[in-house]
């Protein structure tokens, strides 16, 4: 999917929200815990129920390796019902990967081939040949870490570097890499005044922001600052979403949870 | 495994060798991928080649989740064939994960308790709350990232922060994280004369050192600069010693070429 393509469903649903499958069977409906495939089921009734809300999914991997086998095949089967029933939604693997160039290759391969992702989350910490590798699968993207939504982004990532912050700088290097223009980032909601600056290096590119709802980010100082001419923002909830209700009705209240999200959202691209 | 017992074992074995086990199907002799698991295979014959030689191994994930479910499933089997058969071996899950703390908590739990690996690479670009999620296991070991053998490591871990470098800045603000005697942390063999300033901020912590070999880093001059009083070092081959030969001697060749390095060690070991 071409980022020209998902703007395009932005403004078809007047959503431009993310969905995070982040499944921990310890706050899934009970009955669910029978069936043979607990996470697939989960994750199929909040796909059924949100995917006309929403215009990405992201299943975060640490939730499926947590499960060994059986978790990396519910995300095997969880990435093929999208792909199958849900072409026009862009998928994310979040998975913040990073390596020496030939394994981060293999990862790519992993994430863009094997599991046919869109996109997958990397970390910037080993620089150029880590990222490059991703960059180089031309149809898909890669979304890198700039300034992350938890406490721990102050230890390093607010510090500064050749007089400005670290992630600013990995922000102006990253332009510089071949095939840049694949390039997304991770913008944390829960600093929402730094999208000014973030949006004076990279005006369009589109960022990835989590935070919001149980993180504590706010939606529209977010879109304030951080919205772009082609909209350039995919807004993360998860378990604010996918855990509003733990009993037989967790799809409709996620539903609606996602809907009150995408109403905002409808809101706010009107009156841009 | 305790650091103490690690370092008995390196005394004992007369070899702080780590063998990383990065199987890519391309490279392997052609009568393995007739068998069911060929990947599995690889590992359980340079294992049993190179057990007496080496004191860890260690798998990269990446090379496993390229392949899907099935490497996932020769990544379990490769970890329970070490634990049934070489207790004494330390284990390292080269994942170089790292997330907000729920999510770290999960990869965790997918190295330490599903794969029941010894330690875990971890990325430290989202600070404090990534990493101690896994340094909170008591009885296992969190390698971070500092200063990586790669090109890209000069891009922002050799940029200087708050009046040193970016890589420094890292291990010393590490050492105030909770439970940080479960740290280790990796550092590139391409760089040796780097060895002096970490051992100042990090005395005895036991270092994983990528780069020798394929990557170009010299054993010798590493061990000068880097050796300490428990040895604290633990140098990895892969592509160096597991692609010795890709016919059917592959596993002899694998083990000439261990040999040769747990020689070079005994010799440093016995001048220590």
Redesign the interface.
């Known amino acids: 999917m071409t980022t020209q393509q998902l703007t395009a469903q932005i403004i078809k649903k007047k959503s431009f929200l993310c969905i995070g499958l ?1 499944v ?1 069977l310890n706050k899934i409906p009970e009955h669910l815990l029978q069936t043979e495939d607990p996470i697939f089921e989960f994750n199929k009734a909040i796909i059924d129920a949100t995917h006309h809300l929403c215009v990405a999914y992201k299943p ?1 991997t ?2 499926y ?5 059986k ?3 519910a995300l ?1 089967k969880t990435i093929n019902y999208l792909n199958t029933n849900h072409p026009d939604i862009f998928t994310i693997a ?1 998975a ?6 030939n ?2 290759t ?2 790519a ?3 863009f081939e ?2 046919a992702f869109d996109s997958v989350t990397v ?9 490059e590798p991703f960059l180089a699968f031309k149809d898909k993207h890669t979304i890198m ?1 700039a300034l ?10 607010t ?4 007089g400005k912050e ?1 992630y600013k ?2 922000l102006e ?1 990253s332009k510089s890499w071949e095939n840049s223009e694949n390039l997304m980032y991770v913008v944390g909601a829960t600093k929402a005044e730094y999208f000014t600056d973030i949006r004076k290096i990279s005006p369009n590119s589109f960022l990835l922001v ?1 935070g919001v709802g149980a ?1 504590g980010g706010n939606l529209q100082d977010v879109c304030k600052y951080g919205i772009s001419d082609n909209v350039g923002l995919l807004i993360n909830s998860s378990r604010g979403i996918i855990y509003a209700s733990n009993n037989n009705d967790f799809a409709e209240a996620a539903a609606a949870k996602a809907k009150e999200l995408q109403q905002q959202m409808e809101v706010i691209l009107n009156s841009k």
């Open positions: 982040d921990d975060n640490a939730f390796e947590a499960y060994g086998l978790g990396w095949k095997e979040d913040k990967r990073g390596d020496i160039g394994t981060s293999m990862y391969k992993a994430f094997d599991l970390a910037p910490y080993m620089g150029k040949d880590s990222v870490l992350t939504s938890n406490q721990g982004a102050f230890d390093f990532q510090k500064t570097v050749e670290l700088h990995v290097t989590p993180q």
